[in-house]
């Protein structure tokens, strides 16, 4: 580790106290960014951890949608975020005035339904939504849609046909898709599986039909950590999610191998969004209070959408 990283580790616990702020991370962040966060989790786990934030501040080192979900369940609190520009391919395919054109058009031909959106959107999607999920609570929300209803899922057409699959609910799927759990190469996963037959393949529930169908687990990240975590005998697993999870995995349960899954354009698989933020941008958002989430009209909706959904 080089002085001036050591300095601007330093830095940021010294401006964490300063301004009284707690750090949340996802685990799709660099290493070196979980390592400093006083809470590091998958969507469900830090959406609930903010609301019983009591420092007066919270960073939020993730996605936008991540940080405005902070914000909306504890209003209370400064919410931060490294950088704003940090956004979500998932979140950008559903925008809310279509969701809104698309609902009107199916209420028009007689649909009964219920939204059920994933929290991968923005507040404006959810406050159009009866139900927000989150890879790890999906399936227990959509067996509380009543069945006279149907479900109209929304943003990700890949995790709405796996719970489709696992549940029996039929659904009306949205055509969106996490630009980073698309890519991953069948082929290439394939010619792994050959040449470590021994291992065991591991899933996102975003990934395409033709990763799920190769996989011995499916989950979302918190999902996978506790799953490999009751395997006791050292195992090798190919991780098909965002790369940086693969520091999460090795960090809690370093008796493993993790390698990564290879995408068809790149061999790491790294959410180009995520990447936004960066230890100095963690740094100066600290040091100026900016870029704040402030509260928008849309929040109040939303709120009670998410609260009903992940709190109760
Ligand atoms: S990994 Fe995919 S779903 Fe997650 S923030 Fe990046 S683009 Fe969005």
């Not at 057409?157 to 991953?184: A, D």
């Not at 082929?187 to 591991?202: E, Y």
Request: proline share 5%.
């Amino acid at each position: 580790m080089t002085a001036v990283h050591t300095d601007i580790l330093e830095e940021i616990r010294a401006l964490k106290v300063r301004e009284n702020a707690t750090i949340l991370a996802h685990y799709y962040q660099d290493g070196e960014i979980q390592e400093l966060a006083d809470i590091t989790g998958d969507s469900l786990q830090l959406s609930r951890a903010a609301t019983k934030v009591d420092r007066s501040t919270i960073v939020f080192c993730g996605v936008h949608f991540m940080a405005e979900t902070a914000k909306i369940l504890n209003p209370t609190r400064r919410v931060l975020m490294p950088d704003l520009a940090a956004g979500c391919s998932l979140a950008d395919s559903c925008p809310a005035d279509k969701l809104a054109r698309y609902q009107e058009m199916l209420r028009i031909n007689g649909r009964h339904f219920q939204t059920v959106t994933y929290i991968n959107s923005t507040a404006a999607v959810k406050a159009l939504s009866d139900w927000v999920v989150t890879s790890g609570n999906a399936q227990e929300i959509v067996r509380r849609v009543p069945e006279e209803y149907e479900i109209l899922f929304v943003p990700d057409r890949h995790l709405g046909q796996y719970i489709q699959e696992v549940t029996g609910r039929k659904m009306i799927l949205w055509n969106g898709s996490c630009m980073v759990h698309e890519i991953f190469s069948v082929g290439d996963l394939l010619a792994l599986k050959k040449k470590m037959p021994h291992a065991l393949t591991i899933a996102h529930p975003e990934c395409p039909a033709n990763i799920r169908e190769h996989s011995d687990f499916i989950g979302g990240t918190e999902a996978m950590v506790r799953y490999v975590a009751r395997i006791e005998a050292p195992t090798d697993f190919l991780v098909a999610t965002e790369a940086n999870m693969l520091w999460q995995l090795q960090t809690k349960v370093p008796r493993h191998r993790y390698l990564p899954v290879p995408g068809i354009t790149c061999a790491c698989n790294k959410c180009p969004h995520m990447a936004r933020n960066t230890l100095e941008k963690l740094r100066d958002c600290l040091a100026h209070g900016a870029p704040e989430i402030t509260w928008q009209p849309e929040f109040d909706r939303a709120r009670e959408v998410l609260q009903r959904s992940l709190l109760q």
